[in-house]
């Protein structure tokens, strides 16, 4: 199964891209990078997914390298409320397998 | 209000008590999964259902079991409950097909003494 391997921390300045980075190098072809934070102990919110093609949403963009091995999440414009932990997750949605990492805590500063 | 809900919310019980955990969505969603979240770590995945009556085991089944008799329902069963089982868990659903999220619960605050 695929693992991801994400920073512990990161901070960013408020009104500034947030870019979370992960890596998944054992991803295999058939699987999905999904992105989900979690506020709290609250259940994990959708961010944004994509299997190969870089993605965009109204909340954030994310970029998957060519050889798939790792991503980045970008928040274009981060606020105080995207303050979260934020979690890369390989999901083979044919199979039903999902890993998730450790996730990396993002805070965002006045 | 599309929604996976889960009960109880907090839930505190005593070593070999047994005990279950529900969870139901109401947008007939074909996958339905179950995760911990212990302090620090992101979270693992114990069983899944692709389907009514198919059920997988993920990362860490050991000490659960799970049932899908109807596509709304996915009750989480730990039958003589441990201590190294108090945890936060979540049940998630999503449609068939790969290129769909996953929905999640508000979660369960276990712990057993």
């Known amino acids: 199964d695929a693992k991801t391997t994400q920073p512990p921390s990161m901070d960013c300045a408020e009104g500034r891209a947030a870019n979370l980075p992960c890596n998944h190098s054992?991803?295999?072809?058939?699987?999905?990078v999904y992105w989900y934070r979690q506020i709290h102990s609250q259940g994990p919110q959708y961010i944004i997914h994509g299997l190969k093609n870089n993605e965009t949403n109204e909340m954030a963009s994310l970029i998957i390298t060519e050889d798939r091995k790792s991503s980045t999440l970008i928040l274009p414009h981060a606020t105080l409320r995207d303050t979260a932990v934020y979690y890369c997750?390989?999901?083979?949605?044919?199979?039903?397998?999902?890993?998730f990492g450790d996730g990396t805590t993002l805070t965002v500063k006045p | 209000e599309a929604q996976v809900t889960q009960n109880p919310r907090y839930l505190i019980t005593v070593t070999g008590k047994k005990l279950t955990v529900t969870c139901s969505q109401n947008?007939?969603?074909?996958?339905m999964s179950w995760y911990r979240q212990d302090p620090g770590l992101g979270l693992r995945q114990i069983y899944y259902s692709m389907n009514v009556e198919v059920t997988d085991k993920g990362d860490v089944p050991e000490g659960y079991k799970v049932s899908r008799k109807e596509k709304r329902n996915f009750p989480l069963i730990l039958e003589s409950p441990s201590p190294n089982q108090t945890s936060l868990y979540f049940c998630?659903?999503?449609?068939?097909?790969?290129?769909?999220?996953?929905?999640f619960g508000s979660g369960t605050q276990l712990s057993v003494l």
């Open positions: 997750i390989v999901f083979n949605t044919n199979a039903g397998k999902s890993t």
């Open positions: 998630a659903s999503k449609p068939s097909g790969s290129n769909e999220k996953l929905f």
């Open positions: 054992t991803i295999s072809g058939n699987e999905y």
């Open positions: 947008m007939n969603h074909e996958y």
